[in-house]
């Protein structure tokens, strides 16, 4: 589902742009298309991508949730963890309504400004370093903990639907941010890339599911910078 829907919005073309790379037509308003629209195909999309990319991370999550909730019956709890993965997804559903007017104005400027669109590789190279150098940060590290372990072990949770939601969204808080770097990654190396949603995706699950979360972090965060520093010097090599 995931690869269809992604494949349908690449499949809406790119344009050339000067500095030699090429915009996704993603963030553009086709021939007959309205911005409702438009807005409506990058939410259905992002909501796909979003569950394809997340869910393997968040499993671990709502089972242990499953074990913190205090004894009840077995189809109560399946619609109270049901709860906690929209309170997730929630999160994330917000992310991309957000990311949506920001990635069309910022298309409309690369479109209008040729000397600011020569410079959109530089700038993605060095977005893609700083993604890398955010794996070396307190903030994220305290984060993937949060992601990792929420709730702990020995914690009991409430059997209702108010504590059910807001677990949820606080576990989305905690992995958008933990993630905030991957994500700026994704978005300029291309939101719609089939290969850059799957290292992106399987460095999130390393991250989270690896025996030492601390240790992948940072191996991840020096992929990205020498990643990064490749794409910087292949743009002012070709620039």
């Known amino acids: 589902m995931t690869v269809v829907r992604c494949a349908a919005m690449s499949a809406m073309g ?5 500095g030699g790379w090429t915009m996704s037509m993603t963030w553009m308003r086709m021939c007959g298309q309205t911005w409702p629209g438009v807005a409506t195909s990058f ?9 394809a990319m997340m869910l393997p991370s968040l499993a671990p999550m709502l089972w242990r949730y499953r074990e913190a909730v205090v ?20 999160v994330w559903m917000a992310s991309g309504i957000a990311a949506f007017p920001v ?4 298309a409309q400027l690369e479109m209008q400004l040729p000397a600011l669109s020569r410079a959109v590789p530089v700038v993605a190279g060095a977005i893609v370093v700083a993604a890398g150098a955010f794996q070396f940060t307190a903030w994220k590290a305290r984060h993937l903990a949060c992601c990792r372990e929420t709730p702990r072990r020995g914690r009991t949770l409430p059997a209702d ?6 677990h949820g969204v606080r ?19 291309g939101v ?15 991250e989270r599911l690896g025996r030492s979360g601390e240790r992948a ?3 991840v965060g020096v992929i990205f910078v020498a990643a990064g520093l490749l794409l910087v010097i292949r743009a002012v090599v070709a620039g």
Do not use: Q
């Open 14 to 18: 790119e344009m050339p742009m000067p």
């Open 43 to 51: 939410l259905g999309m992002w909501a796909v991508m979003t569950v």
């Open 71 to 90: 004894r009840t019956g077995e189809a109560r709890l399946a619609r109270l963890t049901t709860l906690v993965g929209a309170g997730y997804f929630s």
């Open 103 to 106: 990635g069309v104005a910022l």
């Open 161 to 166: 639907a108010a504590t059910a939601w807001r």
């Open 171 to 189: 576990l989305g808080l905690h992995c958008s941010y933990c993630c905030a770097g991957l994500t700026a990654a994704l978005f300029v190396i």
């Open 192 to 206: 719609m890339d089939l290969r850059a949603m799957a290292v992106v995706t399987v460095a999130t699950i390393v």
């Open 217 to 219: 972090m940072r191996a």
